[in-house]
């Protein structure tokens, strides 16, 4: 299996900072990489998929870049709705998995 | 709208069994592969079954192999993970999700899983 590995496992952060948290894979995944935003009592959000392209309704403040098994997402000027938990995950070959997240708070 | 409604979870004693379902709305059910994942209290996301469109392919996670089952229903636009052998450690919030084959776009709610 794949393993995904995503630091820093926690984060603070300011509004308007930018941030970037990065996830590393066990093997190659090419650019099979997705990044997700959870919010507590909510269902999780998918952001970026293909590593670097931006889900439909996404705000323009979150990127994703990397390939093979180093990536990284960037969300500039960042808003109060962003503290959440992000994960990636690889949808290169089953099973799926996901990174351990990532929390990111309010400084 | 797009939409996923999960059902069927609830309090269960360990060695039990139960079975989730996921109605879709929306969308063109027959043309999407469906995953199921569940985050455990205080922990992270976790795959753990999927199943192709047409029920050709199906994968679960080494956790719940040989305990767990997905399978779907095209004409009633509805996916199920049959859960067996529930361990304490089953407890969660399970979720089915849309594959759009790069990501999963299109989650539901969720539904409660105690194991105790």
């Known amino acids: 299996d794949i393993q995904m590995t995503q630091s820093p496992s926690s984060l603070s952060a300011s509004i308007g900072d930018r941030v970037s948290i990065t996830c590393r894979a066990s093997?190659?995944?090419?650019?099979?990489l997705n990044w997700y935003q959870h919010k507590p009592g909510r269902a999780p959000n998918l952001l970026i998929f293909?590593?670097?392209s931006l889900q439909g309704g996404v705000p323009s403040r979150f990127s994703g870049s990397g390939s093979g098994s180093a990536f990284t997402l960037t969300i500039n000027n960042l808003q109060p709705e962003d503290f959440a938990t992000y994960y990636c995950?690889?949808?290169?070959?089953?099973?799926?998995?996901f990174g351990q997240g990532t929390k990111l708070e309010i400084k | 709208q797009v939409q996923l409604v999960e059902s069927g979870g609830g309090l269960v004693k360990p060695g039990g069994s139960l079975t989730l379902s996921c109605v879709a709305s929306g969308f063109p059910f027959s043309d999407y592969s469906m995953t199921w994942i569940r985050q455990a209290p205080g922990k992270g996301l976790e795959w753990i079954s999927y199943i192709s469109s047409s029920s050709t392919f199906t994968n679960n996670a080494d956790s719940v192999k040989g305990r767990f089952t997905v399978s779907r229903d095209n004409a009633k636009n509805s996916v199920f993970l049959r859960m067996k052998s529930l361990r304490v450690d089953d407890t969660a919030v399970y979720y089915c999700a849309r594959d759009q084959s790069r990501g999963l776009d299109v989650w539901g709610q969720g539904t409660t899983v105690t194991v105790s």
């Open positions: 093997q190659s995944i090419t650019t099979y």
């Open positions: 293909g590593a670097s």
């Open positions: 995950q690889q949808s290169y070959s089953t099973p799926f998995t």
